[in-house]
């Protein structure tokens, strides 16, 4: 077991990495007082582990009543926020008793946010299930529902009391979602660790099929990345925004597209893909490692555009995204393999081309560095 401490003064916790739930009880019971607990998951994981967690906590003295959400971001409201609230109130659940989120970045942000604004705030332990919420989502304490007219905009800053992350349980996780949580794993290698990149180039093949001791590896570098940035930067002033690199171009393609075409990681793999192009364009980056990039990229997969997408179209969505500085975008360059840099002064007239270059060509133009 890999333990990953995430030091924020009195919010500090713990990330235990293990291969099953077996022993979390113990663990949890060291976390917190016995008491009750509202196990929040989704349909399509309750079936899956919901059972296997609820003994466990039962056995270390929990009670425990289990929530179980429709699967998806639809349930990422203030409606299902408020089905929780009413299920935490008729189980009797008061300032000493825990939320248990169990299942990917929706339950973790939906239970999150529910723990966080529950009788103002009742503590909560992640148990996540896909390898987009191990390494990214469970790591830094943001929770937030979304709005009709956007995204997470209803949220905190919450940090849990512990997070565990059993590795077997990505052997039921969709391959898709598992790469979409791949492209925020090279991701973490691309902005600040070139020996996570070297693993990943070296043990691809292994962490692709799920080799328990490779994933355990990998996982618990990245959320040791994320965890010393979270640590210098709680609440996102500064150099919590590398952590955007792929997001500036990503989450407008989602966004342009009505988050029905792309999965987060598959859309931020486009980002970063053209993000390479952008430095390499101004010289911020040179070729060798430009290619190295691409190649890893490559080896995640990328999505082709969807048909009919037009540029201006992804611009517009990029001008409205709420991480924007005033009127400028902000984007996050490689300068090279585990190093990027923030870059404000692109125009339109700077991104549009590779914008372009993406809805109009093809993966091999887009993966090689000519
Ligand atoms: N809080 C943060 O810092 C942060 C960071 C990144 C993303 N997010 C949020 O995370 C969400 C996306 O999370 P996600 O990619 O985990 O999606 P998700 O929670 O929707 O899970 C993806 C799908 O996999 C299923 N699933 C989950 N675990 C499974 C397993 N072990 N076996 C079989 N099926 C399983 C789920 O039911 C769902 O259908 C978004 O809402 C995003 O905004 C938050
Ligand atoms: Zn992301």
Same mark, same amino acid.
């Given at each position: 077991?890999?333990t990953?401490? /995430?030091p924020?003064?009195e919010?500090?916790?713990e ?5 099953s739930?077996e ?9 917190l ?6 196990? /929040?998951s ?6 899956l582990?919901g059972d296997?967690v609820?003994s466990?906590?039962?056995?270390a003295?929990?009670?425990? @009543?289990?929530?179980v959400?429709p ?5 990422k ?5 408020d089905?929780l609230?009413?299920?935490a109130? @008729?189980?009797?659940?008061?300032r ?8 990917g970045?929706v339950v ?5 946010f ?5 009788m103002?705030?009742?503590p909560?332990?992640?148990l996540p ?13 943001? /929770?937030?529902?979304n ?24 052997r039921?996780l969709?391959?898709?979602e598992?790469?979409s ?8 290698g ?7 990149f070297c693993?990943?180039e ?11 001791r490779?994933?355990?590896g ?7 990345l ?15 925004a590398i952590l ?14 009505a ?28 070729r060798?490692d ?5 190649k890893?990229?490559?080896r995640v997969?990328?999505? @082709? ?20 500085v005033g009127?400028r ?15 404000d002064?692109? @125009? ?23």
């Amino acid at each position: 077991m890999e333990t990953i401490k /995430v030091p924020l003064k009195e919010r500090s916790y713990e990330i235990r990495i293990a291969h099953s739930f077996e022993s979390f009880g113990d663990v949890v019971r060291s976390a917190l007082p016995a008491g009750r607990t509202l196990l /929040v998951s989704d349909e399509n994981v309750h079936p899956l582990y919901g059972d296997t967690v609820r003994s466990l906590l039962e056995q270390a003295g929990f009670h425990v @009543t289990p929530a179980v959400i429709p699967a998806g971001e639809e349930s990422k409201t203030l409606a299902q926020a408020d089905a929780l609230y009413t299920a935490a109130i @008729t189980a009797g659940l008061d300032r000493g008793s825990a939320v248990i989120a169990l299942g990917g970045g929706v339950v973790g942000d939906l239970a999150g946010f529910v723990a966080a604004t529950y009788m103002r705030g009742v503590p909560y332990i992640q148990l996540p299930t896909t390898l987009l919420s191990q390494v990214d989502s469970s790591v830094g304490g943001k /929770v937030a529902v979304n709005h009709r007219l956007g995204k997470n905009l209803i949220g905190a800053f919450y940090q849990p009391r512990l997070v565990w992350i059993a590795t077997d349980v990505l052997r039921t996780l969709p391959v898709r979602e598992f790469l979409s949580g791949a492209a925020e794993v090279v991701k973490y290698g691309a902005i600040m660790s070139e020996s996570l990149f070297c693993l990943l180039e070296e043990k691809w093949e292994a962490f692709r099929s799920l080799d328990n001791r490779v994933l355990t590896g990998v996982i618990a570098a990245c959320c040791r990345l994320k965890a010393r940035v979270v640590a210098e930067d709680e609440r996102e002033q500064g150099l919590r925004a590398i952590l955007n690199f792929g997001h500036t171009i990503g989450h407008a393609l989602e966004a342009a597209t009505a988050y029905r075409y792309y999965l987060h990681g598959e859309a931020v793999l486009a980002g970063m893909v053209l993000a390479v192009h952008l430095a390499l364009a101004r010289g911020l980056l040179g070729r060798e490692d430009g290619a190295r990039l691409l190649k890893l990229f490559a080896r995640v997969g990328l999505k @082709t555009a969807p048909p009919g997408l037009a540029a201006q179209e992804v611009l517009a969505a990029m001008q409205q995204d709420k991480k924007r500085v005033g009127e400028r975008l902000v984007f996050i360059l490689p300068v090279a393999v585990g190093q990027v840099r923030t870059c404000d002064y692109l @125009t339109a007239e700077d991104i549009l081309p590779v914008i372009r270059r993406y809805l109009t060509g093809t993966a091999e133009d887009l993966l090689t560095c000519e």
